[in-house]
T-cell receptor
Framework: GESVGLHLPTLSVQEGDNSIINCAYS??????FIWYKQESGKGPQFIID?????DKRQGQRVTVLLNKTVKHLSLQIAATQPGDSAVYFC????????????FGTGTKLQVIP | GAVVSQHPSRVICKSGTSVKIECRSL??????MFWYRQFPKQSLMLMAT?????????EQGVEKDKFLINHASLTLSTLTVTSAHPEDSSFYIC???????????FGPGTRLTVL
């Protein structure tokens, strides 16, 4: 089902440190996962994705880890910068059939200068 | 990455009026478009899925007669909020997916305020 949160958990990180944002997904049939970044008043922006046949994928300063055994997804941001401050959502979907994307509740990342 | 636009970015309307929001895919053909609503400090809630040339599929609890969706072309979908009430005030976001991809690309959102 869809996730609705009454408030967003917040992660505060010192500028330059690494950030790790975690997400638990709900559907064991999901085989495609995406991390989105949403800045205040804007739409979600694609960051990185991973398919279920992988357990790790790296992008520029970001790494996504997938643990299908415990249905856990994480986003690692290296050398966090003030511009990384935003809300981060994980999303899951089943790539065959009806492709409904289910969003996690989101985590607010605050970068302390 | 692919670009999706929304218009208007902000709209204020009186209670009882109707508001139309446009979602366009600018550099790809979107066979499927999605409409979401987002309340402050909450996640995105899928309202409906529209495929080009066919009727939209609405999520449970979303009134199809209140939220009219039209996906008449491969680059344009519209959401019309009919007889808007203050509780319809929200951030409405569309996304689009091409025929060949799994990734959804999101528009910048439309802030609707109903007085």
């Amino acid at each position: 089902g869809e996730s609705v949160g009454l408030h967003l958990p917040t992660l505060s990180v010192q500028e330059g440190d690494n950030s790790i944002i975690n997400c638990a997904y709900s559907n064991s049939a999901s085989d495609y996962f995406i991390w989105y970044k949403q800045e205040s008043g804007k739409g979600p922006q694609f960051i990185i994705d991973i398919r279920s046949n992988m357990d790790k994928r790296q992008g520029q300063r970001v790494t996504v880890l997938l643990n299908k055994t415990v249905k856990h997804l994480s986003l690692q941001i290296a050398a966090t910068q003030p511009g990384d401050s935003a809300v981060y959502f994980c999303a899951e979907l089943k790539s065959r059939g009806y492709q409904k994307v289910t969003f996690g509740t989101g985590t607010k990342l605050q970068v302390i200068p | 990455g692919a670009v999706v636009s929304q218009h208007p970015s902000r709209v204020i309307c009186k209670s009882g009026t109707s508001v139309k929001i446009e979602c366009r895919s600018l550099d790809f053909q979107a066979t499927t478009m999605f409409w979401y609503r987002q309340f402050p400090k909450q996640s995105l809630m899928l309202m409906a899925t529209s495929n080009e040339g066919s009727k939209a599929t609405y999520e449970q609890g979303v009134e199809k007669d209140k939220f009219l969706i039209n996906h008449a072309s491969l680059t344009l979908s519209t959401l019309t909020v009919t007889s808007a009430h203050p509780e319809d005030s929200s951030f409405y976001i569309c996304s689009a997916r091409s025929r060949t991809g799994d990734t959804q690309y999101f528009g910048p959102g439309t802030r609707l305020t109903v007085l």
